[in-house]
């Protein structure tokens, strides 16, 4: 496949008429329109597929029906990109991967679809594997760039930079993703995958891009803005995830750049001379710039733009994208409806982040058992999961463990366990007047909760001192002691600031998934009962905080 990749303009399905894309006349300004998507994660019609009911607020059908509405308006086809995470996350991704891979992938089907000019490559890509990713490259329209990803041989692994025209007018696209992946997806990509720092690269890139003829340069890549890594970048020596700001400050000649990867929301900023925009995760909106370029001392640039988020909401879903991906869907929901064993009474995680719940013991014991260790950890990554009263089905399982995490465990020591759960126990904030709530900048799914041993966390001490009272069998726990310990694999290589386990040994990896083996242990017992799992080993002191922190985790 050539570095220079062209993507024609015109889009016959995107109106009656197709918008006139013929070279620009004498010096008439052009307004240039770049839509932009991120973190899909496999949101792709307006379906909630763990609770089986329609979703209003978001998808990639409403998204295409927004850029749809900007070929109309303007005289110029807009130039669409993602940036990034769109293979995975969802049960119809997962369905996609690992229960129809015959089909055509329908994520694949609904971005050829809207009719992407390039997207960048995510860190989620590679979850599924590289033939996963290869099957996806192979079926796409599009392509996917990541110009600093590379084989241990020091070639490209990907594109690092395309160009599509408008009016005659050459735009480079550049695209990279985040090096973190190299530690959680490190089964996946070790040995065959080197991913190296994002800036360099994608300078390099850009004066590529500029040198080629490009008048304008775009950048798309899978990296929130300014945000402290998940991992430990020095004692990794992995470089950091979170680098648009640092890519707007360093790195001449980008007139846009659209990130993801944080799933935050930003209409519009400006760092230096670059306009930086990112929409909202899960198609919940789409970014749109207008760049003006007009001719200046006999050459076209760039000489004003803007940007804005269009929310989702409400639109009307795009047939088109509907069509396409109804295979999918309807096996998706064929998937997720099948009732693999039964309850008598309803299980909920409503309080799982401030009190020990039967549901999150289910899934720790799940991961000891499979294991064998002598603990296990767990997140409650929704507090809105449940079991209700009745048949158990494989969406309710895949809303309790939405992700597609592998099981592990390793041995750690008694000091190592402690500085884990210090760690987790961060995710409470104790505030100037003394009050205790949870800290907004840590994200729930970065509060870890241990099954195994009995421990007390006291939010009114301060940060690194809060748990007050660690046992195993009925015995304070030694900074010597060593347990086995069950875990998912982003938080085995650090993810979520863990560092005390990475130089921990692995002693269990049998690259199974943890929702899949829920999933099997519903299947085995037939009836599950709250009593077969429920262990209380942990509390939240003074217990009159605990009403403040249910309130503010929600």
């Not at 006139?20 to 770049?34: F, H, K, R, T």
């Not at 998507?37 to 609770?51: F, I, K, N, S």
């Not at 009911?53 to 086809?77: F, N």
């Not at 829920?518 to 037939?526: A, F, P, S, T």
């Amino acid at each position: 496949m050539p570095l220079r990749w062209t993507i024609v303009a015109c889009v016959a399905a995107a109106a009656a008429a197709c918008i006139p894309q013929g070279p620009l006349e004498s010096n008439a300004p052009l307004d240039l329109v770049i839509a932009a998507t991120t973190d899909v994660h496999g949101r792709l019609r307006g379906w909630d597929y763990y609770a089986n009911a329609p979703d209003s607020l978001r998808g990639l059908s409403r998204a295409a029906t927004i850029i749809d509405s900007l070929r109309r308006g303007v005289s110029t086809s807009p130039v669409v990109v993602d940036a990034g995470d769109f293979l995975e996350g969802n049960p119809l991704a997962y369905v996609a991967a690992r229960v129809d891979t015959e089909m055509p992938h329908p994520v694949i089907a609904a971005m050829n679809a809207v009719t992407y000019d390039a997207v960048a490559i995510g860190n989620h890509e590679f979850n599924y594997g590289l033939a996963t990713l290869n099957r996806a490259k192979r079926q796409a329209d599009f392509p996917m760039l990541a110009a600093n990803v590379y084989t241990p041989e020091g070639k490209h692994a990907f594109l690092g930079w395309a160009v599509s025209t408008r009016r005659g007018i050459k735009i480079g696209i550049v695209g990279a993703t985040t090096p973190g992946s190299v530690l959680w997806d490190r089964d996946n990509l070790a040995g065959r995958l080197v991913i190296r720092d994002i800036v360099p690269e994608v300078r390099t890139a850009v004066g590529d891009a500029r040198d080629a003829g490009c008048v304008v340069v775009i950048v798309v890549v899978h990296s929130g803005l300014n945000e402290p890594s998940s991992y430990d970048t020095v004692r990794t020596g992995v470089p950091s995830e979170n680098v648009a700001a640092r890519i707007a400050h360093e790195v001449p000649g980008i007139d846009l750049l659209v990130y993801g990867h944080s799933h935050k929301e930003m209409p519009d900023t400006v760092i230096g001379t670059t306009l930086l925009m990112q929409p909202r995760s899960w198609a919940t909106s789409v970014a749109i710039a207008h760049l003006a370029i007009a001719r200046r001392a006999g050459r076209w640039r760039v000489v004003s733009k803007r940007s804005s988020v269009v929310p989702a909401a409400h639109h009307r879903e795009n047939p088109s994208v509907v069509a396409v991906t109804q295979e999918g869907h309807r096996e998706t929901i064929k998937y997720v409806t099948t009732a693999i064993g039964t309850t008598p009474v309803a299980w909920r995680a409503d309080s799982a982040r401030v009190a020990p719940t039967p549901l999150i013991d289910f899934i720790l014991e799940v991961e000891r058992k499979a294991s064998g260790a002598q603990l296990a950890s767990t997140a409650a990554f929704s507090l809105d999961a449940s079991l209700p009263a009745g048949p158990i089905t494989v969406a309710r399982l895949s809303a309790l463990y939405p992700y597609d995490n592998t099981l592990r465990a390793v041995k750690l020591s008694g000091a190592q366990l402690r500085a884990y759960l210090e760690q987790s126990a961060r995710y409470f904030r104790r505030n100037a007047d003394g009050s205790v709530d949870v800290d907004p900048t840590i994200p729930g799914y970065n509060y870890d909760i241990v099954a195994g041993v009995d421990y007390t966390i006291d939010v009114s001490k301060p940060t690194g001192e809060r748990i007050t009272t660690l046992q195993y069998n009925g015995r304070p726990v030694a900074p010597s002691d060593t347990f086995t310990m069950a875990l998912n694999n982003y938080r085995q290589t650090g993810g979520g600031g863990f560092a005390m386990l990475r130089d921990a040994p692995v002693v269990y990896d049998k690259q199974l998934e943890i929702r899949q083996l829920l999933i099997d242990e519903v299947r085995r017992k037939g009836t599950l009962s709250p009593s077969d799992y429920f262990h209380p080993n942990w509390r939240i002191v003074p217990a009159v905080a605990i009403g403040g922190l249910l309130k503010s985790s929600r």
